[in-house]
């Protein structure tokens, strides 16, 4: 498949791109995030090429998940963050730039390194209703 012989986290996973590991096993790797937003930034990845979280597999995602608090637990011990940010970004227009699923484990220090996540609240703009239908055309897809 072209798009995994592409794919710059691939590569990383193959050892054809030098990282700063932090953990590996038969199904994920971890490693040091290039830019790091604060100190200890690390992304988790499946070895197996998935795009996004439209295209994850379940079981993959389960083998993921699983390591997430294992390497969340370990950067805790190792830099006493006073927070942690847990990011997933899937489609261009939410931020993804490597299309190969990754979660991103961010440590907070302080109010310095305040992350903007553009977030807004709008709690006024739905009524009870429709959040309800909402919610409704959302579950109607849960298989």
Known sequence: MAEENDCIFCKIIKGEIP?????????????????????????????????????????IAAKLFRRVPVIADAINKAFHPVGLNLLNNNGTLAGQSVFHYHVHLIPRYGKDDTINFGFQTHTDDYTNEQRAAIAQAISSHIH
Request: a negative charge.
């Open 19 to 59: 990282s700063a590991k932090v953990y590996e096993d038969e199904d994920v790797y971890a490693f040091l995030d290039l830019g790091q937003i604060t100190k200890g930034h690390t992304l988790i990845v499946p070895k197996v090429h998935q795009k996004d979280i439209f295209h994850l597999d379940p079981e």
